[in-house]
C-alpha cells in the first residue's frame, strides 16, 4: 500500500520560513512527478509546484522565487522550502506523486502552514 506522508507545517510570521517534506513509501513503481499543491478555505486546490525525476521544476506564479521544490530520487522524497511567506500562503498544503507506469496518482494528508501578519 502506498502512504504518502507530509510534515513541517505549521504557524509562523508573514516573513518567516518553513520547510515542508513528503515521503512516499510502498510503491513498487517509479514517481515521476512530485508536487506541492495548496488549498485555502473557501477556495479550490491549486498548483504550487512540481518537479520531475530528471529535476525539472515549475511553480505558480504567486510563489515563484520565494519557494523552491526539490528532491531527492533515492529517498523518493520532496521538498518545498518556503521563504519570505505572506498571509495569503496560508493553506493545506498537500504532496502529490504520480507514477512513470501507468500514471497513478498518490495524495497525502495534507499539512497546515499558518501565515500570521
Known amino acids: 500500500q502506498v502512504q504518502v506522508v507530509e510534515s513541517g507545517g505549521g504557524l509562523v510570521q508573514a516573513g518567516g520560513s518553513l520547510r515542508l517534506s513528503c515521503a512516499v513509501s510502498g510503491s513498487s513503481l517509479s514517481i515521476n512527478l512530485m508536487g506541492w499543491y495548496r488549498q485555502a478555505p473557501g477556495k479550490q486546490r491549486e498548483l504550487v509546484a512540481i518537479?520531475?525525476?530528471?529535476?525539472?521544476?515549475k511553480y505558480e506564479d504567486a510563489v515563484r522565487g520565494r519557494f523552491t521544490i526539490s528532491r531527492d530520487n533515492a529517498k523518493n522524497t520532496v521538498y518545498l522550502q518556503m521563504n519570505s511567506l505572506k498571509p495569503e500562503d496560508t493553506a493545506v498544503y498537500y504532496c502529490?506523486?504520480?507514477?512513470?507506469?501507468?500514471?497513478?496518482?498518490?495524495w497525502g494528508q495534507g499539512t497546515q502552514v499558518t501565515v500570521s501578519s
Open positions: 518537479i520531475t525525476s530528471r529535476y525539472s521544476s
Open positions: 502529490n506523486a504520480i507514477t512513470v507506469t501507468g500514471g497513478y496518482s498518490y
